[in-house]
């Protein structure tokens, strides 16, 4: 059983910063495709960055060029990062860890980022 865990969300100010994490249990973290997700009220969940297992690392087209949002992966604890600084009153959606592995996939419950203008 894959378990996924967010945390970090909160309430900041636009130009603000979060850190958001994904502690993964139930699996060999290493052996998955990992990736952050958000979604807007009213609209489509999307993808934010991604991570294959061989270590490729794509970001968005929407975060893409913002060199305030990166994403990096500790293999040891099992967990993935979400930073993101100078944050924009549209970067408020819930953000949500995926972890895929042929067919299946696997999502936590996801954690709420709001940015206040």
């Known amino acids: 059983q894959v378990q996924l865990v967010e945390s970090g969300g909160g309430l900041v100010q636009a130009g603000g910063s979060l850190r958001l994490s994904c502690v993964a249990s139930?699996?060999?973290?290493?052996?998955?495709?990992m990736g952050w997700y958000r979604q807007s009220p009213g609209k489509q969940r999307e993808l934010v960055a991604s991570?294959?297992?061989?270590?490729?690392?794509?970001?968005a087209d929407s975060v893409k060029g913002r060199s305030t949002i990166s994403m990096t992966i500790d293999n040891v604890k099992n967990t993935l990062y979400l930073q993101m600084n100078n944050l924009k009153p549209e970067d408020t959606a819930v953000y949500y860890c995926?972890?895929?592995?042929?067919?299946?996939?696997?999502w936590g419950q996801g954690t709420q980022v709001t940015v206040s203008s």
């Open positions: 139930g699996t060999i973290f290493s052996s998955f495709d």
């Open positions: 995926n972890a895929h592995w042929r067919v299946h996939d696997y």
């Open positions: 991570i294959t297992s061989g270590g490729s690392i794509h970001y």
